[in-house]
């Protein structure tokens, strides 16, 4: 939840320009975060690292009275000197306070008097402030209000560290859940990295520990476009993530073990599967949404597991300053983001004198910066240049991550990534009479998923019929796969056939699924690690029509390849020729391969396997358009566009397509490609083999043909290749 369903003129991000109303605008929206509690709720203290509500209005009330009212007022009458022992929180220089873990213990003065506290302080500032203040009022000032500012997302996060300690799951703000939105598929920018300067300059307001601006040297690196989502993290507690070692820092590791870490804080396993506690109470964990409430340990150990690390500050700023900020998403307002820097002092840094000096030098040690804001930091408040700082065990701030990678040498950047190959088949499909698109851009995540719900149905007889056949044959499979060797899976899916082969033949020593889609590969591999402990796995993200080398893991073994689910049939006869013969290329002499294909038959069995009564399938054909939404940043209107299913006879195929309602005009990267009504966009083909056509193929493919197997009606095949 945003705290910020506020009215614009109560944030502080509105430019109101006049000092007074500036002040009233931030004290305002205090009050109004602490509204929704009770007197109770504000006098609470949950823990030693959180403060009372109470505490944190009287505190900045403190603030307010010590640094401008008392020295810049003539005449200022504090309201209670006793106030300055009970709200001093670290200033030294300023005398002793009630220690912090004691804050709690503040049943006196009561929420009322804090408030009066703070009416007496504003109407003193009133008359501070209708004037024209001093350059030294004015600076003291603005760091005032950035001081109430952290406070407010201090507020917010104290609550809800709070409210989860009750068995009621109380709610401080009940809010409608949001809507779940689709997640993007991850994609990392580059930056080319070289002598760049971060820090705040001169002029506008920046905490101390901002400045002074200087260089820094960058290598090539590079940065996700997004947040890690909580879906991600829930792959990673899946994959045994909180259970493995070889992921964490020692401490981390000591951490997990004396807390019984199992997942971020405020999640909850339920019957149902895993709830979260929010500002708005209890929820189920909305898998597109970033993962928040994650230690420096946590995010360090998912990266480890993930291939990536952690950006440090400098790479993260760097990157905030490019132009439309690099192309990333998510940089502000949603999770404060770890980096790999220790808090230090900048070069140059020199701590202020007096009682403000303290601010923030005396926190360097023992902490980690964070970058970007989250939800319930108030608008306006961070920066590029902003750092924010944590010990790296803390976990109740709204704190995320975001992957980074080192990148390459711009000279070495001319390799083609997976993304301009999207780009240039879905072009060239749309810019060809008749349009097409290639089949193989259905399984991102969501195409993934609805496929899994598609083999469900009960008109789509392929997988069920395949599944009983594998296990009916496994055995068979199994005798002919050597020791030691590596099954090469074309495609990730939900490892039910693949799992077959694995408990047929032990033997295996790795596993080496090939997807384009690095969420569907990430969730094969992570739905096997943890029930095949013995089993290297080694993920390949590539087209698996293209793929040139195995991954590094397993170069070496022999390799058995699998291509199941009738997939083949995707291909026209041609293609799936020179697919298999690619294939070849990559297992290697020696190889064997396991394939599946369908046999051809009535179009009273076949159509409805592909268009189905409850419009599965039409959701998976519309599913490629939403995917050129949003990888390729184009206008699909989804609702302008139907499924349609036909069995061509003559050329052995069912074919699907996208059928244009209205005419209408496409963009893609600049490009409009233009559709009149009833124009279809042909998305797939399944080719329907006899037994003798596909071993044909295989034969012309380099293959022989050592072994096949037919199901019972509805026919379905199964072939052992060998070269």
């Keep these: 939840m945003s705290p910020d369903d506020l009215h614009a003129a ?29 007197a109770e709720d504000q006098a609470a203290q949950s823990m030693p690292d959180a403060s009372p509500t109470k505490w944190h209005r009287a505190h900045t009330t403190w603030f307010f009275e010590t640094f401008l009212l008392t020295p810049y007022l ?33 049943t ?12 007496h302080v504003d109407a003193a500032m009133a008359r501070l402030l209708q004037g024209a203040p001093s350059q030294s009022v004015r600076e003291r000032l603005d760091l005032g209000l950035a001081h109430e500012e952290q406070h407010q997302e201090l507020i917010l996060m104290d609550v809800l560290h709070l409210l ?59 940065l996700s476009d997004r947040l890690v989502t909580n879906g991600e993290w829930l792959a990673f507690i899946e994959a045994g993530g909180y259970a493995r070692a070889e992921f964490w820092l020692s401490d981390g590791w000591a951490t997990v073990a004396e807390e019984g870490w199992e997942a971020p804080l405020y999640w909850r396993r339920e019957d149902e599967g895993w709830s979260v506690m929010t500002l708005a109470g209890r929820r189920p964990v909305d898998p597109a949404q970033p993962v928040t409430h994650v230690s420096y340990y946590e995010a360090m150990a998912y990266a480890a597991w993930a291939g990536r690390r952690l950006p440090t500050e400098a790479e993260w700023e760097a990157a905030a300053r490019a132009p ?36 923030n030098g005396k926190f360097m040690v023992n902490q980690m910066v964070l970058r970007g804001g989250c939800a319930a930091t108030p608008p306006g408040h961070t920066r590029a240049t902003y750092r924010n700082f944590f010990q790296p065990s803390k976990r109740w701030a709204f704190s995320g991550v975001r992957l980074a990678d080192d990148g390459v040498a711009p000279e070495a950047e001319e390799v083609e990534t997976i993304d301009d190959v999207f780009l240039k088949d879905v072009v060239a499909g749309l810019g060809a009479s008749p349009k097409t698109l290639p089949s193989k851009y259905f ?54 056939k693949t799992r077959i082969l694995l408990d047929a033949a032990p033997q ?72 298999l013969r690619r294939a070849g290329d990559l297992l290697g002499s020696g190889a064997t391969m396991v394939v599946g294909a369908d046999v051809a038959k009535g179009a009273d069995v076949l159509v409805p396997a592909y268009d189905d009564a409850q419009g599965v399938t039409a959701a998976f054909n519309l599913n490629v358009l939403a995917r050129i939404n949003r990888e390729l940043r184009a206008t699909f209107d989804l609702s302008a566009f139907s499924h349609r299913a036909i069995w061509n006879d003559r050329e052995s195929r069912v074919e699907m397509h996208l059928v244009s309602q209205r005419a209408q005009s496409v963009s893609i990267a600049g490009r409009v490609f233009d559709f009149a009504a009833g124009e279809a966009i042909h998305t797939e083909n399944s080719y329907k083999y006899r037994p003798e056509a596909f071993e044909a193929i295989a034969r012309l493919a380099g293959w022989s043909v050592a072994q096949r197997w037919q199901s019972a009606k509805p026919a379905f095949g199964v072939y052992v290749l060998t070269r």
């Design 108 to 119: 006196r003065p009561s929420a009322a008097e804090v408030t009066a506290y703070r009416d």
């Design 443 to 496: 399984y991102d995540a969501e195409g993934s998923r609805l496929f899994e719900a598609i083999c469900d149905l009960p008109e789509y007889y392929l997988t069920r019929t395949e599944i009983a056949l594998l296990r009916e044959i496994a055995p068979d499979i199994a005798a002919r796969i050597p020791s030691d060797a590596v099954l090469v899976e074309f495609g990730s899916g939900a490892s039910v």
């Design 10 to 38: 109560e944030t502080v991000g509105t430019v109101i320009g006049q000092d007074l109303e500036r002040y009233r605008a931030v004290r305002r929206r205090t009050e109004t975060l602490a509204a929704p509690l009770s």
């Design 508 to 579: 295996l020593s790795a596993y080496a699924p090939i997807d384009i889609s690095k969420s569907a590969l990430d969730e094969a591999a992570a739905a096997l690690e943890a029930d095949y402990p013995n089993l290297r796995i080694a993920p390949l993200v590539d087209d698996f029509t293209r793929a040139l080398r195995l991954p590094e893991a397993v170069v070496g073994s022999v390799a058995v390849g699998f291509f199941p689910g009738s997939t083949i049939g995707n291909f026209p006869p041609e293609d799936a020729t020179d697919f």
């Design 164 to 222: 989860a300690q009750s068995p009621l799951d109380p709610a401080y703000q009940a809010q409608a859940p949001e809507v779940r939105s689709d997640v993007e598929p991850e994609r990392f920018v580059s930056f080319e990295g070289g002598l760049t300067e971060i820090g705040a300059g001169e002029s506008g307001f920046a905490f101390d520990n901002e400045r002074p601006r200087h260089s820094v040297y960058l290598s090539p690196y590079r």
């Design 324 to 359: 439309g900020a690099g192309g990333l998403r998510q940089l502000q307002g949603h999770a404060w983001q770890w980096t790999s820097s220790a808090y230090a002092a900048y070069p140059g840094f020199r701590p202020g004198a007096g009682a403000l000096g303290e601010y």
């Design 74 to 106: 003539t005449g200022y009458r504090v309201f209670d000197p006793r106030f300055g022992y009970l709200f001093n929180s670290y200033y030294e220089a300023l005398g002793p306070r009630q220690p912090r873990p004691a804050r709690g213990l503040l």
